[in-house]
C-alpha cells in the first residue's frame, strides 16, 4: 500500500473550516484516496473517497492535487462532534475485498 | 441510513473460554471483514470473508479464530481459547464490492464488541 503522512495532532475552533493535509507521493495512478474518522469509542467511520477530481459530500470535502501526491479533507464548519482521529488512506485497486490499512491519523481537537 | 450492528457491546469472558462475537452486516453487502483495535494502538485487519469463504487474513488470525455466515444475515467472529491478549475492540465492517474488483467501495463499520479477557 501506498503510505501516508498526516500531522499527529490538530486544532481548531468550533465553527470554522477544519483542513487536515495528507502527503502520498508514492500513489499509484489507479489508487484511490480515503478518509475515515473514528471518534472515541466507536469504530471508524467512512468520510469521503476520491481518485483524481475533488469531491464533496454532506459530510466534508476532499481536494486531490494534480499530481495526486497530497490531498486535504475539509471539515467547512468544524463542530464539538467532530472531534476524532482522522484517518487518511491509500487504496490499492486489486478488488473489492481490499482490507483497510489503519495508520495512526491526525487527532483533530475542535476547540469550543 | 443502513449500518452495521454487533452484539454484545461487551463481553467478559475468563482465559481459555470460547467466545462468538456477532454481526449484522449491511442487507446488500457482499464483503464482510473483522478488525481489531487493542487499547491505545491501532486499528488492525484480521481477516476478510467473500462468497462463504476467507479471502484473506492476517498474521493474527491463527487457528484460534474462526469466521461463519450462518445465515443470511449475521456474520460471526469465533475466538476458540481466548488468551488475555485477545482483549480488544473487535470491528465488523462490510462493503458492496465491485464488479470486475476495485477498490472503490467503502467498507462501513459497526461500533464494535469490547472484549475483556480475565
Known amino acids: 500500500d501506498a503510505k501516508t503522512t498526516q500531522p499527529p495532532s490538530m486544532d481548531c475552533a468550533e465553527g470554522r473550516a477544519a483542513n487536515l493535509p495528507c502527503n502520498h507521493s508514492t500513489i499509484s495512478g489507479n489508487e484511490y484516496v480515503y478518509w475515515y474518522r473514528q471518534i472515541h469509542s466507536q469504530g471508524p467511520q467512512y468520510i469521503i473517497h476520491g481518485l483524481k477530481n475533488n469531491e464533496t459530500n454532506e459530510m466534508a470535502s476532499l481536494i486531490i492535487t494534480e499530481d495526486r501526491k497530497s490531498s486535504t479533507l475539509i471539515l467547512p464548519h468544524a463542530t464539538l462532534r467532530d472531534t476524532a482521529v482522522y484517518y487518511c488512506?491509500?487504496?490499492?485497486?486489486?478488488?473489492?475485498?481490499?482490507?483497510?490499512?489503519f495508520g495512526t491519523g491526525t487527532k483533530l481537537q475542535v476547540i469550543p | 441510513e443502513p449500518e452495521v450492528t454487533q452484539t454484545p457491546s461487551h463481553q467478559v469472558t475468563q482465559m481459555g473460554q470460547e467466545v462468538i462475537l456477532r454481526c449484522v452486516p449491511i442487507s446488500n453487502h457482499l464483503y464482510f471483514y473483522w478488525y481489531r483495535q487493542i487499547l491505545g494502538q491501532k486499528v488492525e485487519f484480521l481477516v476478510s470473508?467473500?462468497?462463504?469463504?476467507?479471502?484473506?487474513k492476517s498474521e493474527i488470525f491463527d487457528d484460534q479464530f474462526s469466521v461463519e455466515r450462518p445465515d443470511g444475515s449475521n456474520f460471526t467472529l469465533k475466538i476458540r481459547s481466548t488468551k488475555l491478549e485477545d482483549s480488544a475492540m473487535y470491528f465488523c465492517a462490510s462493503s458492496k464490492g465491485a464488479r470486475g474488483g476495485g477498490s472503490n467501495q467503502p467498507q462501513h463499520f459497526g461500533d464494535g464488541t469490547r472484549l475483556s479477557i480475565l
Open positions: 470473508f467473500y462468497n462463504n469463504e476467507i479471502s484473506e
Open positions: 488512506i491509500v487504496r490499492p485497486p486489486s478488488g473489492g475485498y481490499q482490507k483497510v490499512t
